[in-house]
């Protein structure tokens, strides 16, 4: 079986710049009362409709609106929370059962510079 190439050239591919190990939790967008937010249609701290590609950030460590490279997946910081100082990055999910099974743990967090 032939296996077709892909070439990318050099200026396609972006620069990292590493941030460092960030605590990491889970929170979702259902629209109900619970411990994720308030139940209202949810919008982020830069006022857009969250995806599974939002994190939640601490501004002072990382500025909204950046893209970041965790993983081997590209996010947006677009939130940020009372809970989320230093370190620490929430990612975003659709259902509170889904953010309950990814629990926590250690990442190492990337800033895409373009």
Not at 5 to 32: A, D, M, N, Q, S
Not at 38 to 61: H, N, S
Not at 79 to 96: E, L, P, W, Y
């Amino acid at each position: 079986t032939e296996i077709e190439l892909t070439t990318v050239k050099c200026e396609h591919i972006p620069k990292l710049r590493e941030l460092g190990t960030f605590k990491y939790f889970w929170y979702c967008r259902e629209e109900y009362p619970h411990i994720c937010n308030d139940g209202a249609p949810y919008l982020t701290k830069m006022e857009t409709k969250p995806t599974d590609k939002t994190v939640a950030v601490d501004p002072d460590i990382i500025p909204l609106g950046s893209k970041l490279y965790i993983n081997g997946e590209y996010y947006i910081a677009e939130d940020t929370g009372t809970d989320i100082k230093g370190n620490r990055i929430d990612f975003n999910c659709a259902s509170h059962s889904q953010a309950l099974d990814n629990g926590t743990g250690y990442v190492k967090v990337f800033l895409v510079v373009e």
